[in-house]
């Protein structure tokens, strides 16, 4: 890294740390995106400048799962697994990105929850309350991996939509890569929703992999434009 601050367009680089994890060593930035509120970070691995088929996780915020420890959703492992398989391979990033509850921020997300205790599920929740089911952007990390030279990344994630908008923005999509979490008696459902409602490649006891194949070559149809 340069010295900071560095701009960038709308990407600005404020700081930068080394930070051992529990997962291990990471080069820690932080870096805001003109027009979104708080600080987004990047947990950098090894030398990703000009990488190709570069290990990232583009990860939104939830404080619930990650702070608090709540065991309605896989947002806490998937964020913790990420790291460990970047620490293995020795090289990758993963962008945490400030947009809590798939953007809709957290007063709507508690909000959600109440209404998923009272019988909708996730999906229902944010349409009773007049949100987007998924509102998250994913402009700032395509910024930052821009600003790196990434020339293409291996996506850690289950959501094929995740894939295509960054296609979108101009990042290059070369495979996927699956965060595997098992599912727990509270996030049982939520899983399920994910899988049947949003296209989530999802593997688990119920699930047909044949269908999720053919989910995934859609989705990397999709981004290939054919």
């Not at 996780?57 to 806490?76: I, N, Q």
């Amino acid at each position: 890294m340069t010295q900071l601050p560095v701009t960038e367009g709308k990407l600005t680089l404020h700081a930068e740390t080394n930070l051992p994890t529990r997962q291990g060593r990471f080069r820690m930035v932080v870096f805001k995106y003109e027009g979104e509120p708080g600080e987004h970070i990047a947990m950098i691995k090894g030398d990703v400048r000009g990488a190709e088929d570069l290990p990232v996780r583009v990860h939104s915020e939830c404080l619930t799962s990650e702070v608090f420890g709540s065991l309605k959703c896989d947002c806490r492992d998937q964020l913790q697994g990420a790291l460990a398989t970047i620490e293995r391979a020795g090289r990758g990033m993963v962008v945490y990105l400030r947009q809590e509850g798939r953007g809709i921020g957290l007063i709507n997300k508690v909000r959600a929850y109440q209404l998923q205790e009272q019988g909708a599920d996730t999906v229902e929740a944010n349409e009773l309350l007049g949100l987007p089911v998924e509102g998250r952007q994913y402009d700032a990390a395509a910024a930052l991996l821009k600003h790196l030279g990434v020339q293409s990344v291996r996506l850690l994630t289950n959501n094929p939509d995740k894939l295509h908008k960054l296609s979108e923005l101009g990042i290059a999509v070369s495979g996927r890569l699956p965060v595997v979490v098992a599912a727990n008696p509270f996030s049982a459902s939520y899983l399920r929703v994910k899988r049947e409602r949003m296209a989530h490649l999802l593997a688990g006891e119920d699930a047909d992999n044949e269908e999720l194949d053919a989910a995934e070559a859609l989705a990397f149809g999709r981004i290939a434009g054919l």
